[in-house]
């Protein structure tokens, strides 16, 4: 069986819009590892990132990538993290 042909303008097309898409809007409370660093008295990149990543894996913490736009005009994903919300019992 052969697979459907992919038609390359089209497709091309899609992923340029895509990558030209906006930076998106950050909501409140989400901060980088970076920006987490500073709130924490401006610790130490590798001690920053244990403490995230213990966050995460504990569920105290949660990340997610966001649409960032580089300097050079170049999308970037950037992960942000946040404290997860408190659910009532």
Do not use: C, N
Not at 13 to 37: F, N, V, Y
Request: no cysteine.
């Amino acid at each position: 069986m052969s697979r459907p042909r992919v038609h390359p303008a089209p497709l091309l097309a899609r992923l340029r819009l895509l990558q030209s898409a906006p930076a998106e809007k950050i909501p409140t409370g989400w901060r980088t590892l970076k920006e987490w660093r500073a709130a924490w008295g401006d610790m130490s990149h590798p001690a920053a990132l244990r403490l995230v990543q213990a966050g995460l894996k504990s569920g105290v913490m949660e990340m997610r990538k966001f649409r960032r736009i580089r300097l050079d005009g170049a999308p970037l994903p950037v992960p942000h993290y946040r404290q997860t919300p408190h659910r009532k019992r």
